[in-house]
């Protein structure tokens, strides 16, 4: 059986596996996919056992984007531009990383939400590695208008140089987020992961947008009843989850699985 893993810390709550051996089951591909937690100060000794040991491939969630990302000896373009991994592969004798995160994010809200990204207009609240690894996606989506909000207005400013090839992308700090209307509001701050209330304009949170948070399960429930009490329909990340883990499924096996029954049954588990 081919090996894959999901390296984090903490990791004993990772739905990853159960996903990927649904995902497994589902396409007949005889693999195994267990959890792995590397020491916090380790991540590089953790992922070189695994590789060495006969891995095939590791996701890899927090706190460990950006080691995964170096770890590796080469990287896809949207990687680079995250400056982090979720998605290791063994090719050859090395290791390659990739970012499935922000092509999750879209499936999800393309396909499962039935959002239309062409001629949106979106708001990124946060600038930080979460908010960094789906921007380069969402503009290839051909949104009509980008903003990226950040508590510290420097950070959102290097985020909108950086992917500046990309697409058009205005950065503010955010008690400067314009009064325009916004048809998607996404929360890439680590607000819901620390259990803390984002506090956002009034403006922003408009009846007929959607609201949606990177993050998954309690965390994110302050920000989704916020959105819903102003009107907005709203999601948590739990979507981005299964969209990026067959993703991930498909560019190691070749076979990408259909993702709308377990996402059902993970959302019927969590209600
Ligand atoms: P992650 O990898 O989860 O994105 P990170 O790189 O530490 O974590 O970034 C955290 C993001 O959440 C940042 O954009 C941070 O804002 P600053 O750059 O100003 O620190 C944002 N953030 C964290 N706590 C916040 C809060 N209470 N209100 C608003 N933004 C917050």
Redesign the pocket.
Known sequence: MDRYAVIGNPVSHSLSPAIHLRFARQLGEPIEYTALLAPLDDFAGEARRFFDGGGRGANVT??F?IDAFRFAGHATQRAWLAG?ANFLALEGDGIRADNTDGIGLVADLVENLGVRLEGSRILI????????GVIAPLLEAGPLRMVIA???AE??RELAQRFAAKGSVEAVA?GAIPKEEFDLVLN????S??G????LPAHVLRAGALAYDLAYGPGAASFLSLARAQGMRASDGLGMLVEQAAESFRLWRGKRPATAEILAELRSRSA
């Open positions: 927090l706190p984007k982090a609240v946060g600038a930080g590695g979460a908010a960094r950040n508590r510290t950070r959102a955010l890439a701050t680590s607000t992961t620390h803390q209330q984002l506090a």
